[in-house]
């Protein structure tokens, strides 16, 4: 069970041959080993508890309808804002969750989502439908299905920037995209495990143009001047811009 530093250390250069050797890799990270935990923990309380036999379908269903939905607005409308680094208690915030990794998508110690961040916004997720759906046992059933959704969405974002030498052609679409994000086109490609909200909104863009902030995500020398907490920190850990 790796840390992020740890785990970057050890597959950074790393070829995977097979689906088998992603898949043990993948499961040597602490969140990823985590997740799965938690999703076999709800299914145990959701049998315990003595959950409606059609909660877990149902949360099943849930999950695929929203999912593509969740991840898009999430991802462009928050990760990609500049809300975020406008205060200083959420700059650093940002940074870890999207900066970091936009300003250098090779650095596989920011690749993972902190845990700190995903379990909590995946339990409020996983208690929302219970406003409107009176179903014993749905809040278990969601927890479960969350997280192994969240699991296939790092999975899906792990594989689009390690080095895979095993032909699959659902990870290769997917990677080509969010490569594009990363080194073409930032505003372009938000969906890492799905393309659905992308083609919905018009954003699966495979043109050729090059935007000048795919790294910076628009945090240039001018906005830092007056919001400089995203700067000062990336300069005390990297020692530059």
Known sequence: MLSDRAWSEKYSQRHFKSK????????????????????IAAVFALIVIGGNVF?????LLIAVIFYPLVEYVLHRFVL??????????????????????????????????????SVPL????????????????LFPAMLATNFLMFTYYELM????????DFQNNWIASH??????????????????G?????????????????????????YDDEVAEAYPWVRDGYRRDHGSD
């Open 20 to 39: 088998w050797a992603l898949a043990g890799a993948f499961c040597d990270h602490y969140a990823i080993k985590m997740y799965l935990v938690i999703s």
């Open 122 to 137: 995946l339990v409020v997720l996983a208690a929302m439908p219970g406003a409107f759906l009176d179903l014993q046992g």
């Open 175 to 192: 990677k080509r995209s969010h490569l594009r994000h990363h080194f073409i086109c930032e505003t372009q490609n938000y969906g890492i």
């Open 194 to 218: 799905t393309h659905v909200m992308d083609r919905i909104a018009g954003t699966a863009d495979k043109s050729p143009r090059h935007s000048s902030t795919v790294r910076n995500l628009g």
């Open 157 to 164: 974002h792990a594989s689009a920037h390690l080095k895979i």
């Open 55 to 59: 909660a877990l379908p149902v949360s």
């Open 80 to 117: 990609h804002s500049s809300l975020l680094y406008r205060n200083a208690i959420t700059a650093p915030l940002w940074r870890r969750l999207h900066y970091d990794h936009h300003m250098d998508p090779n650095n596989l110690s920011v690749l993972f989502a902190s845990p700190l961040t």
